[in-house]
């Protein structure tokens, strides 16, 4: 399972604030928003899937994240889509302890900047570039990582 759905409404004023919209201006309904696409919906996607996934005995979760919910390197724009990937990276932990054990793995992913709507034409990697990490995620075998943070095929920090 791909949880793939994912808003960035903090830059929606036009024009567009170069540093997004801070949390001293930001309106919460962009928070609750964001909150309810980029991680309560993966939530719920999960609730429903896993249960199918234990009787079959195997899983594959990822979450598309974002370098943008990273703890290790949070700064102070776009508030909403910052706060939303940092609750769906803490959901891939939370999953990965409860279903140890199990042959069903969850990590998060960060695709990097990909020329895709929210990406823009000005985006570094092509959809192909940006889907490699997630497919070989979505495909890991038995023994592969679970709980993590990946960016290129290489664990990040959270």
């Not at 803490?90 to 695709?111: E, F, H, K």
Request: with cysteine; proline share 6%.
């Amino acid at each position: 399972m791909i949880n793939n759905a994912g808003v960035l409404l903090d830059n929606s004023r036009h024009p567009p604030d170069p540093e997004g919209v801070s949390l001293f201006r930001t309106n919460l309904d962009i928070i609750r928003a964001s909150m309810e696409t980029n991680t309560y919906g993966a939530i719920r996607m999960i609730q429903r899937f896993v249960p199918l996934m234990k009787q079959q005995n195997y899983g594959r979760i990822v979450n598309l994240s974002s370098g943008m919910g990273q703890l290790s390197e949070m700064n102070g724009g776009w508030p909403g889509y910052r706060l939303s990937k940092t609750a769906l990276n803490a959901v891939t932990r939370i999953v990965a302890d409860v279903l140890q054990g199990l042959n069903i793995l969850i990590n998060s992913v960060c695709p990097g900047w990909v020329k895709t709507d929210m990406g823009s034409p000005d985006a570094e990697l092509s959809v192909e570039e940006g889907a490699d990490t997630i497919l070989w995620l979505a495909t890991l075998p038995d023994d592969g990582p679970t709980g993590s943070f990946f960016r290129e095929r290489q664990r990040i920090e959270w």
